[in-house]
């Protein structure tokens, strides 16, 4: 009994003592995340370090009967978070300091570091590592750029631990040394950001990766593509496997062990090819010459197996296990596609050197990888495989744009593939995909070619050509759109205007950037589409997703072809809208038609944004339209909605109508602005201003931080371009209303974040006019403010100092309102019938 109580008292010693170490660990490292360390400090400092070197010696000591691992394991979970919490504020914030020291054997450390990452016991232990691991390799890094005579004497210094360091992390991808950990990890949960436990392991993985290849490039590749050349002899030999049966090809692997080392192998491959792609950039810019061989080994790899998986066909395959080596060939042979991809930049390069003299290794090049995505262009093709293949496509022709794409067979093959109406329609994304690229190859001007040679007269042909065959349907509608429509015959209309406005507003997104001339081909190409969407636009008004879609369509124009549209047409899209737009209309679709109803609304008023944006007079006539919609027809139905729909874009829209029209508000003459203060500015539509300067003060009333925090930034923004708190009438009618709901939004804590904004935002109102403040904002506010008596008061009148500088302004501001809740409370706790002294 006696020998289970010592255990017992000794198993609570024990876990006390845990408790007090990670009560320790969490105080070192409050201590340790301050930067800013004085000089008699410092010493102190490396003592606590040397101390963790010899904890860090301790836990990765290995002798007969632990294993690093098992000592791990047997630590405290919190504890060992805590120690890895501190090996990284050590790393960030203090290697800097430390690396000087002779005393500090910075080598050893990563030595221990190194051991300690990768006898993790838990994937997020390991995560975290390898978190220190980057931080490291950015310090190396910006060491090196700030420190480049001695570049060679730092890199030497620390090349064998980072080779050490990107072989274990290569090890640890790969399935042929890591199976066991690789297969716990989950590859079908998302997380918040969007990907896999698998994807994150992956890609921190190859983070790492790439930063050691920044540092030691010759060292990197060579360790990593000898790696990748030996999967890739795998998957190539796969041809001689292929038999013919009777419903197709079959893979003719069928024991379980080869399926197995088969499933590992390609999983190796998928991950190796996107370590290679995630190197790309280290080919490109200055190091192109000395670094071109290694590329081009890599690049004709690449379109070699992305064309030895188009033509044996392994994604359509039959295989002894199909749901696991089935996905397995599909992702193999995506990945090579997007490895392939990854080097569009490169090849961009290489065509700029090449393409005056000796081009043949480049055209071959493009033309196998054409070959390769040909086929994959396909309705029946996996969804990931025919991405990945157009993706590629988009590439080509937006990167690299060589000037002999459109003569090569394969592509034409495309553009007789996506014009053929009998053909079936590719899923749309992928239709999307490849209508831009088939858009850019005719519409984006060639590198390296004066514009005499860019055949722009026969490429505007092509491409009114190819939009026409693309909107063959939709232009059609045109005849029956006022007509009644059966439920059918609409849900088939609207499949045609959401497959052509998808296709023809990624069009014009995609050369948004572009020259004159590429806009001006694209325009011509759209304009009877175009004209056909604004006929449309009636007729489909009861129809949200149609309305948002055509929306979508004619906002992406406004930004885009504003130019090209001309005044005429543009002004004519803009009437339409606020003809159609009704009071009626905007109330259905806030209030009853949910999210899509508000959307069509936003993008309503993101392309009137556009609008009142544009300089020059053109457009200033709508103005007073524009207004008049925001604040007699929007305003009043969202005013009182505590939903934040429509109201960031509506405040946006005014901010810009202040913004870009100031003129409209206050004629500026030359009189006036030679003798400023003296003339005032002269006003015009007072009234229109007042109103909008009254929904921004009541916007401040209501619960949305985000709206509160927008909205106090475009104050803010008028007040520093426009000078919009000095003018006559914010600072005789609005000024203190404004300062007094900035107070008691910071008294009744309701947006607490925003504590500094509206600190700020305050002294720049009051500083307009200081006297007034002092003499009878401060004390009207103090007299009106209930919850303290009259004695409180004048207490808090007499503590707000007369400051005129904004620290000590801002300081008294908190001060006041941290007093005034403070007697309130005190008041309120008072048990009734207190006589107050």
Request: charged share 20%.
């Amino acid at each position: 009994m006696c020998s289970v109580n010592g255990s017992s008292q000794g198993a609570l010693l024990a876990q006390e003592r845990g408790r007090l170490g990670v009560l320790a660990m969490a105080c070192i490292n409050e201590l340790m995340s301050k930067n800013c360390v004085p000089m008699e400090f410092e010493e102190y400092l490396l003592r606590m370090f040397q101390q963790t070197f010899y904890l860090l010696q301790k836990i990765t000591k290995e002798n007969n009967a632990h294993t690093v691992k098992s000592r791990l394991e047997e630590l405290d979970e919190s504890y060992i978070e805590k120690f890895t919490d501190f090996l990284r504020l050590f790393v960030s914030v203090h290697l800097r300091r430390i690396e000087s020291y002779s005393q500090f054997p910075v080598v050893e450390f990563l030595a221990l570091l190194f051991k300690y990452t990768f006898h993790q016991p838990t994937h997020e232990g390991y995560f975290s590592c390898l978190d220190i691991w980057t931080l490291f390799l950015d310090y190396l890094t910006s060491k090196i750029k700030s420190r480049l005579a001695d570049k060679e004497a730092v890199l030497n210094r620390y090349e064998d631990a980072l080779v050490l360091l990107l072989t274990e992390v290569l090890n640890r991808i790969q399935f042929r040394y890591n199976q066991a950990q690789l297969e716990e990890l989950d590859d079908e949960t998302l997380d918040d950001d969007q990907q896999t436990e698998w994807q994150r392991y992956l890609r921190q993985s190859l983070e790492v990766v790439a930063k050691v290849m920044e540092l030691l490039p010759t060292h990197a590749f060579s360790t990593l593509f000898p790696v990748l050349q030996d999967n890739l002899e795998v998957y190539l030999g796969l041809q001689q496997f292929v038999v013919t049966s009777g419903t197709g090809h079959r893979l003719n692997i069928t024991a379980e062990n080869d399926c197995r080392r088969l499933h590992c192998s390609l999983r190796d491959l998928s991950s190796l090819l996107q370590a290679v792609g995630r190197l790309a950039e280290y080919f490109t810019g200055d190091v192109f010459a000395a670094r071109f061989n290694d590329a081009l080994t890599v690049v004709e790899r690449l379109v070699k197996v992305t064309l030895y998986g188009s033509q044996i066909k392994l994604y359509n395959i039959e295989t002894a296990v199909p749901s696991v080596l089935k996905p397995d060939l599909i992702d193999v042979h995506a990945q090579s596609l997007a490895a392939l991809q990854a080097y569009a930049h490169w090849l961009a390069q290489f065509y700029s050197e090449v393409h005056r003299q000796n081009p043949e290794q480049f055209i071959s090049l493009v033309s196998t990888a054409l070959e390769a995505i040909t086929p994959l262009i396909s309705s029946k093709v996996q969804e990931k495989l025919l991405l990945s293949a157009c993706h590629l496509l988009v590439s080509l022709a937006t990167t690299v744009r060589p000037v002999f794409l459109i003569s090569i067979p394969a592509v034409q093959k495309v553009f007789n593939r996506i014009t053929d109406t009998s053909a079936q329609r590719l899923p749309d994304k992928a239709q999307v995909l490849v209508c831009r690229a088939l858009s850019n190859v005719l519409l984006l001007p060639w590198p390296n070619l004066p514009e005499s040679e860019q055949q722009w007269a026969v490429r505007s042909t092509n491409h009114a050509s190819l939009v026409s065959a693309l909107t063959r349907d939709y232009r059609q509608l045109k005849a029956t759109a006022s007509l009644p429509q059966r439920k059918v015959q609409l849900e088939d209309t609207k499949v045609i205007i959401h497959q052509t406005l998808s296709v023809l507003e990624d069009i014009v997104e995609s050369v948004s950037g572009e020259s004159t001339k590429s806009r001006q081909i694209c325009y011509q190409s759209l304009q009877e589409s175009v004209q056909v969407s604004l006929a449309l636009f009636p007729a489909f008004i009861h129809q949200s997703d149609v309305t948002d879609e055509m929306l979508s369509f004619f906002l992406t124009l406004f930004q885009g072809l504003r130019v090209q549209m001309g005044v005429p047409f543009t002004e004519q899209i803009i009437q339409t809208f606020l003809n159609m737009f009704t009071r009626e209309q905007l109330a259905e679709s806030i209030l009853h038609e949910g999210s899509t109803g508000c959307r069509v609304v936003e993008k309503f008023l993101k392309i009137l944004q556009v609008v009142v944006q544009e300089p020059g007079q053109v457009f200033k006539p709508f103005l007073p339209s524009v207004i008049s919609l925001c604040m007699e027809q929007v305003y009043p139905i969202i005013a009182e909605r505590s939903s934040p729909d429509v109201k960031a874009e509506l405040f946006e829209l005014l901010f810009r109508v202040l913004h870009h029209n100031w003129r409209y508000f206050f004629k500026s003459s030359v009189l006036a602005s030679v003798q400023r203060g003296v003339a005032e500015e002269q006003m015009e539509n007072e009234a229109q201003f007042s109103a909008i300067m009254q929904a921004f003060g009541q916007s401040f009333l209501q619960p949305d931080i985000h709206l509160f925090k927008q909205n106090l930034f475009y104050l803010e923004t008028l007040n520093t371009k426009q000078k919009l708190y000095h003018k006559k009438i914010f600072r005789t009618t609005m000024l203190f209303q404004f300062v007094n709901v900035l107070l008691q939004v910071l008294v009744h804590k309701s947006h607490d974040l925003l504590q500094e904004e509206i600190g700020i935002a305050t002294y720049n109102m009051a500083s307009v006019d200081f006297d007034g403040f002092y003499s009878a904002f401060l004390p009207e506010f103090l007299a009106s403010c209930d919850g303290v008596d009259s004695n409180q008061k004048n207490v808090l009148g007499r503590n707000f100092k007369m400051d005129r500088d904004l620290p000590s302004f801002t300081q008294n501001v908190h001060r006041l309102v941290n007093d005034l809740r403070y007697y309130r409370l005190c008041n309120d706790s008072l048990p009734p019938g207190t006589v107050k002294l």
